[in-house]
């Protein structure tokens, strides 16, 4: 069986990045797998829903309480990158097979 890794890429601004902050990889991703899950129902669909949500946080990342841009930024990739990634789980689901994963990415200047 063929597997289809989904890049779901998008581009979020992070510019001011505080001293301490560590290097990321440019487009960090992840493979969200599903084969383990029914999608042709409602809690297989929110399984995957919520395996988006945690590879979103992971790869978008987080920012310091005291930068404010940076938590913005973080909020935009999120909201960008959630976005996409459901646009292409929604076409996983509607195949509803079993072989395919999801692959969830950010974009980063």
């Given amino acids: 069986m063929t597997k289809l890794m989904i890049l779901a890429a998008l ?3 992070s510019l001011g990045q505080p001293a301490t902050a560590q290097t990321t ?28 949500w945690r590879a979103v946080a992971e790869v978008c990342g987080s920012a310091s309480d ?23 789980a929604d076409l996983v689901i509607a195949g509803a097979t079993r072989s395919e994963s999801v692959r969830v990415a950010a974009a980063r200047n």
Avoid at 78 to 88: F, H, I, K, Q
């Fill in 11 to 13: 581009t979020a601004v």
């Fill in 25 to 52: 990889p440019a487009n960090p991703a992840i493979a969200v797998q599903h084969r383990d899950l029914d999608l042709r129902t409602e809690a297989g669909t929110k399984s995957l829903d919520r395996r988006i």
């Fill in 66 to 88: 005291f930068d404010l841009k940076g938590k913005n930024d973080v909020r935009q990739c999120r909201r960008d990158t959630l976005r996409v990634a459901s646009a292409e």
